[in-house]
């Protein structure tokens, strides 16, 4: 809570800006400071809507399992990133804690880069700490409203021109039985494509040829973040009051990813 000019402090500190954040806005906090402080490295989802954000900042520091992520503060209270189901095995990710904020609900943010942050909040922030203060009322204040909605559209950039020339199979031939079309069915080593039929995973006889130059597009769909956000604040002359109210529904690229969070603070 000590404030002092950034020309005094032994550390590196970057104050970002909260219009930014809100401009850019996102599912994940993390991912709307992408490009907004030098040396913090944001690696944004491929999970889809409410996935994890990999946040590290100037690198990595440990290795085998270490923490890398720095450390969270919100109004004073430390918190970690909190990655869940993000352990590298093909299980379910289930966010972080940078999905609990609403960005117009953040006053300000400031990041503390290096080890140096360590001497403030303990060994926690030795990757360096981000610093959140969220809104509040003022004394004395007449009763305020605040409304904000913004609409998200997401699309796939890259679809990656594959081979359709040759089929499933190894070693340049086709699979011969039902065992050799499920345990290779996922390489395309084999012949070329003449629409013979040839047996597949299921057992089912099919023509030996490409199922079309544009299934993987085809699959994808065009994913739409929707945000509503109402915020009232007043206060007297004994004190203040803040409560806020936000609804999120999101639909990713992938057609089975959909997301819903509401969130309210006091």
């Known amino acids: 809570g000590i404030k002092k000019e950034a020309k005094k402090l032994a550390y590196a500190v970057e104050t970002v800006a909260v219009e930014d954040l809100q401009a850019s806005r996102t599912n994940n906090l993390g991912s709307s400071l992408v490009g907004k402080v030098a040396g913090l490295d944001i690696s944004p989802p491929s999970s889809g809507a409410g996935g994890s954000t990999k946040i590290r900042m100037r690198g990595q520091s440990a290795f085998a399992g270490g923490n890398n992520a720095p450390l969270?503060?919100?109004?004073?209270?430390?918190?970690?990133?909190?990655?869940?189901?993000?352990?590298?095995?093909?299980?379910?990710?289930?966010?972080?804690?940078?999905?609990?904020?609403?960005?117009?609900?953040?006053?300000?943010?400031?990041?503390?880069?290096?080890?140096?942050?360590?001497?403030?909040?303990?060994?926690?922030?030795?990757?360096?700490?981000?610093?959140?203060?969220?809104?509040?009322?003022?004394k004395n204040q007449g009763l305020g409203i605040e409304l904000s909605s913004s609409l998200t559209a997401n699309t796939v950039l890259d679809f990656t021109n594959y081979q359709t020339e040759y089929g499933l199979g190894t070693n340049g031939r086709r699979p011969s039985t039902q065992g050799e079309a499920a345990g290779n069915g996922q390489l395309s080593w084999g012949e070329k494509h003449d629409g013979v039929p040839t047996i597949q995973f299921d057992g089912v006889m099919r023509p030996y040829s490409a199922l079309g130059q544009n299934r993987i597009k085809e699959f994808y769909r065009m994913g739409t973040t929707m945000t509503n956000s109402v915020a009232l604040s007043g206060g007297g002359e004994n004190g203040s009051f803040r409560a806020s109210f936000s609804n999120t529904q999101a639909s990713g690229i992938d057609p089975r990813n959909t997301y819903g969070r509401r969130l309210v603070n006091v």
């Not at 430390?78 to 966010?95: C, H, S, V």
């Open 72 to 138: 969270i503060v919100i109004n004073g209270l430390p918190m970690d990133q909190g990655n869940r189901g993000a352990d590298g095995a093909n299980t379910r990710d289930r966010g972080d804690n940078m999905t609990n904020f609403n960005p117009d609900d953040v006053e300000t943010m400031t990041v503390l880069k290096g080890a140096t942050a360590a001497a403030l909040y303990g060994a926690r922030a030795a990757n360096g700490a981000i610093i959140i203060t969220t809104k509040s009322g003022n």
